[in-house]
């Protein structure tokens, strides 16, 4: 089994979660949030979710490398 460089684990993991369909959900998700936020709360909310799900996956991501190397 080939061991990634950080470089190369970083690129992985931004090619498996910045995709469109994740990018898509979340603008959904922020749109048809709550309909008296204005644009502002929208947008921070597409903004927070995507970090808070970008963090969670890559996290994921990092503990499955580890537990593989094992």
Do not use: C, H, S
């Amino acid at each position: 089994m080939k061991i990634l460089t950080n470089a190369e684990f970083l690129n992985k993991f931004d090619d498996m979660f910045d995709d469109e369909e994740n990018i898509e959900r979340i603008r959904e998700d922020a749109k048809n949030g709550n309909p008296n936020d204005d644009w502002t709360n929208k947008m921070f909310k597409f903004i927070q979710q995507y970090e808070n799900e970008r963090t969670n996956n890559l996290v994921r991501i990092a503990l499955k490398e580890f537990l593989i190397k094992d």
